[in-house]
């Protein structure tokens, strides 16, 4: 069959020639790729019963699981587009994400049933609420009969929110190609980059509302493996699904890895399944990857890239990984992929030269949903500017030395610091304030908040991060709160938020974590 280039050809393929072999394991139940298809077909059948056209949006809040992948290719099925919420986010960012994408349909799972109460009666454009784990009734007599398959590589697959400087998060739109171009690809030239097969058992670590979930995920199904569900991160649970379900494949962001190295019964657990673990999300100190790689004992692969290029543009390989001078860098483009580095001019810099990192991507995203000047702002000429800081070196390797946007990366989340210093000065008691990321060994970097009180009035740390809870997700939260008479600023009144930086990053080569 030929090589699939949507969602819904990925699932079609594998029902198509392997209909009894397993596509998803999820706790004690096995879901074959056939039974994953007829499921699938149902409810494509009963959103367009339902008056969902190509287009829609429709959204999905709840831990991943059998249910929420059988949702996803019946969305994609429908035409439609697949809106993945991040449960650990407060109702109103949750809200303004639903009323952005002008959400029609919402499929909650049962522990956020109250939340897909709230959000229905705050949302005038949703009409109606699933839910996920209960859909009998809702599907109703819908058929299982294979739904007309109308979807092209250039439709949106998926509408992904992305935080942004602004302090209002954007929905990157990504094309059905976005999930398997880089792979088409290397599948073109030979490459067999981590060796994918049907016999694989991949690991979906994590979660299915971030790109490298939702990617990883496609690329397991893709490659006709057989799928790990993992409900909510855990380590003793990877560690137990690992040896249970005997996974080869795994991915995972590092604060992830180093968790499941800190386990213990991580010594006693069975790994000798296992024979790649991809991580990214952000940089691993030396000393963590070191530990994973004694630890794991098999071969690491670390990829690069944004929710708007896609995921993965870049990889150091395993191969890579056998050298230790290479560690630090985020590896070589794919086959297909472009990365150039340029200075504030748009000029393409030499090797050695520091700049933004820039990448041409089949996988690249189409757009931000109804943000015309972002978009052109950062897709110019087919690249997408990141926004990361750094280099190329002689021999075509990524190194990126620090961002030139604000961005933290926290456990694999990342955190816009407009958004938590808007709550912030939302408190009586604050003048104005400045949040950084600050290094932290655990999780790569944590959230700081800087603070100016106003005259005659005072505040706790422990009071404003009280005031902050629920406004903003928890993983947002500032770690810590310094109180400061002023904040450091140019002759112009510029914030200088590298001065409030230096402290913390003295010493190190790179000003990410």
């Not at 932290?440 to 505040?459: F, L, N, P, T």
Request: hydrophobic content about 45%; overall charge neutral.
């Amino acid at each position: 069959m030929p090589e699939p280039t949507t969602m819904p050809q990925i699932l079609a393929r594998q029902a198509a020639l392997r209909p009894e072999a397993t596509a998803l394991l999820d706790g004690e139940r096995r879901v074959g790729y056939g039974e994953l298809a007829r499921a699938a077909d149902r409810v494509a059948h009963a959103l367009r019963r339902d008056g969902v056209r190509p287009g829609a949006r429709i959204a999905i809040l709840d831990h991943d699981s059998a249910e929420l992948w059988t949702v996803v290719f019946g969305i994609a099925k429908a035409g439609a587009v697949v809106v993945g919420l991040n449960w650990r986010l407060a109702i109103d960012e949750l809200e303004f994400q639903l009323a952005d994408a002008e959400v029609q349909v919402l499929f909650v799972g049962p522990e956020f049933a109250a939340k897909g109460d709230t959000l229905r009666a705050r949302c005038p454009a949703l009409r109606q609420v699933v839910a996920l784990r209960e859909s009998a009734a809702w599907l109703g007599d819908a058929p299982a009969s294979p739904f007309p398959d109308a979807v092209g590589s250039e439709d949106v697959a998926v509408q992904m929110y992305t935080s942004g400087t602004t302090g209002k998060p954007k929905g990157v739109m990504l094309a059905h190609r976005s999930f398997v171009a880089v792979v088409a690809g290397m599948r073109a030239v030979g490459d067999p980059w981590i060796g994918w097969s049907s016999a694989d058992v991949s690991l979906m670590g994590i979660p299915s509302f971030h790109i490298g979930g939702m990617w990883w995920a496609m690329t397991g199904f893709n490659a006709g493996a057989a799928n790990v569900v993992v409900p909510v991160f855990a380590g003793w649970r990877v560690l137990a699904a690992i040896a249970r379900h005997r996974v080869t494949k795994a991915c995972m962001v590092p604060a992830m890895l180093q968790v499941c190295v800190s386990e213990p019964d991580c010594a006693s657990t069975d790994f000798s399944s296992l024979r790649t673990i991809v991580y990214g999300g952000s940089p691993i100190p030396r000393p963590n990857l070191e530990a994973a790689m004694r630890v794991f004992g098999c071969g690491f692969a670390q990829i690069y890239g944004l929710t708007e290029t896609g995921n993965t543009a870049v990889c150091l390989r395993p191969d890579d990984h056998r050298r230790p001078e290479l560690w630090e860098a985020a590896g070589r483009p794919y086959p297909g992929v472009t990365v150039k580095v340029v200075d504030a001019a748009g000029n393409v810099l030499p090797p050695r030269a520091i700049g933004e990192i820039c990448i041409r991507s089949p996988a690249n995203m189409l757009g931000y949903w109804r943000r015309e000047e972002a978009t052109a702002a950062t897709l110019r000429d087919g690249f997408v500017h990141t926004g990361d800081a750094g280099f190329l070196d002689d021999e075509g390797y990524v190194h990126v030395c620090d961002r030139q946007k604000d961005m933290i990366c926290t456990a694999g989340e990342n955190v816009y610091p407009a958004e938590v210093e808007s709550v912030l000065c939302a408190h009586p008691a604050v003048q104005e304030a400045a949040v950084i990321g600050v290094p932290d060994e655990r999780w790569g970097e944590v959230v700081k908040a800087i603070v100016v009180v106003r005259a005659g009035m005072a505040a706790t740390a422990a009071e404003l991060l009280a005031f902050a809870r629920g406004r903003i997700a928890d993983f947002k939260l500032p770690r810590s709160v310094d109180f400061v008479s002023s904040l450091p600023r140019t002759p112009s009144g510029k914030l200088q938020k590298h001065v409030l930086r230096e402290p913390f990053w003295t010493g190190r080569s790179r000003r990410v974590n």
